[in-house]
Every structure is written in structure tokens, then in C-alpha cells.
């Protein structure tokens, strides 16, 4: 089994759909630290299981915007964390840090 890991930075804002009060449901941002995992038995004609810069691209789709402008869920960071693992080809785990002592993580 071919192992691979990509960490990013993501600056991007949300509010939060919550039934009790909370400063989370005012818009505010974060600077999202994505950490991604990918794994495969097998690996593509470059020898890559995929491109780093292609794991880029995926990530980045919410840097510098309101997420919920671009999602129809609720932008936890739990929900963001399965959003990256259902789009990213081969993610099996993603963590999504909001501050350096509060994260998420979704996995396989």
C-alpha cells in the first residue's frame, strides 16, 4: 500500500446553522490548516498516486471565500473534513484545523 499526506493553509470564512446561541453563527474566519491522507494499492502512470498539486487544487476551492456561499451543508468543520475526503481521489482521512488546539477528523 502506497501512502501520501499534503498539509495546506486555507483562509476562508463561515457561519454556522446552530439552535443555540453561539458567536459561531455570526460570519467570521479561520485560517484552516487542511491536513490530507491518501493511500492506493496502485499507482498512475507518473508513478504518483496524485500529483500534489492536483491534492492543491482540491483543498484550495475555499481559500479566501465564504463557505457557505459555496456548500448546501452546515460548514463544520467535521462537515468539511468529509467534504475534502469525498472529493480528493484516494483520501481516506482529512483533519481540519480551526485554531492551533481545535481540530476535526474524518476518516474511512
Do not use: Q
Amino acid at each position: 500500500m502506497y501512502y501520501i499526506s499534503k498539509e495546506l493553509s486555507v483562509s476562508g470564512a463561515h457561519k454556522l446553522t446552530l439552535p443555540y446561541e453561539s458567536k459561531c453563527r455570526e460570519l467570521h474566519g479561520h485560517n484552516w490548516r487542511v491536513k490530507v491522507f491518501l493511500k492506493s494499492e496502485t499507482l498512475n502512470e507518473n508513478g504518483m498516486i496524485l500529483d500534489y498539486t492536483e491534492i492543491k487544487k482540491y483543498v484550495m476551492v475555499f481559500d479566501h471565500k465564504c463557505i457557505n456561499d459555496l456548500v448546501e451543508f452546515n460548514p463544520t468543520a467535521e462537515n468539511i473534513c468529509k467534504y475534502y475526503c469525498d472529493k480528493i481521489p484516494h483520501c481516506y482521512r482529512v483533519e481540519v484545523w480551526e485554531t492551533d488546539n481545535s481540530w476535526a477528523c474524518y476518516e474511512i
